[in-house]
């Protein structure tokens, strides 16, 4: 199945907006196909982006060609972001309606960037979603490879991982300039990557890689604005023990996070539980996103580090506690957890999502669901 044939969940939206994603999500395939007469721009053109760069009036001209009310694509703005400028210009004096995609936020955030005044909505594309894929969705498949659109139709998948990451050494951070110390960067890269779905500790990372703590809290801030990693805050509902405050560290797709280990081999029993929680946590800030499902997601856990709640999802006042468990049986101590948080207030459900296939309500009150029935949940936005 090639990625054009695949529908999105995304919805288009009727007004300009920001398209974010990392490369290879398929931003361009989405647009091309939901707004076939935008005119398009592509600063990935090098001789047009030199051409802008040197006289940027060329991209005004352009623009004023169009019909008021038309649309225009601008295709990775993060490129040349003093061109937003003119968007916002364009967009009050002439009526036109952009899209505008990116793969980096980092150089929108810095440096007084225009954002259009809030005139523009924020959109995201996400790696290919269970509802997306149909029955071509494979859950082993996905912890292997992940489900990148650029990965996911490529004939050779883990050829395809292996050049993605050192295209996004070479491309996002090299060729952007990003960080001056590119071996710094990509020693840190693999050590990242062991942290997926763990609590960020700072010092050890910065251990590891034999860089400076400062050095990597600065590339930890890069893999979020490159859209390649996102933190988890801790939730501290002070339950008569002391909690844990360090966030927990999620890759957007389990193939970046083996590809960037260097660990593409048969998926091992071991990851497996790791690379579900994370690939779990991507699908519940999408849906946060696209369907309002929710309002804010943390993860809970006492400091001692004895038990922990992978998901706490709040609604108004009200809250669903979310444990993701890789096994197909439970056992006393995959609950403790959600055991401990039952005393919470505010809490209403609490759940564990398991690779059983069985749904289960336990004595504590507690529901068990198969990853399948979770996954139909999530869909019809009755979780």
């Known amino acids: 199945m090639v990625a054009d044939m695949i529908a999105r969940q995304l919805s288009a939206p009727n007004q300009s907006f920001f398209l974010f994603g990392i490369r290879g999500t398929g931003k361009s395939t989405w647009v091309r196909a939901q707004y076939p007469k935008a005119y398009r721009i592509d600063l990935l053109d090098e001789s047009l982006y030199q051409a802008y760069l040197a006289r940027i ?11 008021a009310g038309s649309w225009a694509f601008v295709d990775e703005i993060q490129r040349l972001p003093s061109l937003l400028n003119e968007v916002h210009r364009f967009l009050e004096e002439r009526r036109l309606k952009f899209i505008l995609t990116g793969s980096s936020a980092r150089k929108l955030r810095r440096g007084g960037v225009n954002l259009l005044g809030g005139r523009a909505l924020r959109r995201t594309m996400y790696p290919f979603t269970p509802l997306e894929l149909g029955r071509d969705f494979d859950i082993t498949e996905v912890l292997t490879h992940g489900s990148l659109p650029l990965i996911w139709t490529s004939p050779d998948r883990k050829e395809a991982l292996e050049a993605y990451v050192q295209l996004y050494l070479k491309e996002e951070i090299q060729a952007e300039a990003i960080v001056r110390n590119l071996p710094g960067f990509a020693r840190f890269l693999p050590i990242a990557a062991l942290f997926h779905a763990q609590t960020l500790n700072i010092s050890s990372l910065a251990r590891d ?3 400076s703590r400062t050095t990597v809290s600065g590339y930890i801030e890069i893999l979020e604005d490159t859209l390649v990693a996102f933190r988890l805050p801790a939730f501290e509902g002070k339950l008569r023990v002391r909690e844990r405050k360090h966030p927990k560290l999620y890759w957007i797709d389990p193939g970046l996070v083996r590809a960037a280990r ?12 790791p690379l579900l929680e994370g690939w779990v946590a991507v699908l519940l800030r999408m849906h946060c996103e696209y369907d309002g499902l929710f309002d804010e997601m943390h993860y809970w856990a006492p400091a001692d580090g004895a038990l922990e709640v992978d998901f706490l999802l709040s609604r108004g006042k009200e809250f669903l506690a979310l444990e993701v468990k890789n096994g197909e ?25 398991y690779r059983g296939a069985k749904r289960l309500r336990l004595e504590d009150g507690i529901e068990a669901l198969p990853l399948e029935t979770f996954i139909e949940l999530l869909r019809d936005g009755k979780l």
């Open 262 to 273: 260097k660990s593409l081999d048969a998926l091992s029993r071991e990851e497996a539980g």
């Open 209 to 211: 890689a034999g860089v």
């Open 329 to 353: 049986s439970l056992q006393p101590q995959h609950l403790r957890g959600l055991h401990a948080i039952s005393d919470l207030k505010g809490v209403k459900r609490r759940m564990v999502v």
């Open 57 to 67: 009036s060329l991209f005004a001209d352009e623009l004023r060609a169009l019909e």
